[in-house]
């Protein structure tokens, strides 16, 4: 996930968990969308927190790493 990415994403974070649904999938393309809320309706407020976090960490490296460009 870089920058140019997040920037142009509308709902970031959501992009970031179909990211990692679909490094777990093992299913038809077909069936991709519905079992993603599939997933999302299975994860616990415990496991959307671990998500969050990684997902803020990417962030803040991305914010470090641009600033170090400049």
């Known amino acids: ?12 974070f959501e ?5 990692i649904h679909a490094n777990q999938y093992e299913g038809l ?5 519905d079992d993603f809320n599939d997933f999302l309706g299975g994860l616990d407020g415990e496991e959307y927190i ?3 976090n990684a997902f803020v960490k ?3 490296n991305l ?8």
Do not use: F
């Open 58 to 60: 990417i962030l803040l």
């Open 1 to 12: 996930m870089n920058k140019n990415y997040i920037e142009k994403a509308k709902y970031p």
């Open 29 to 33: 393309d077909d069936e991709m969308p």
């Open 63 to 70: 914010i470090e790493t641009e600033k170090e460009k400049r």
């Open 15 to 19: 992009e970031y968990l179909k990211e």
């Open 50 to 52: 671990k998500h969050g």
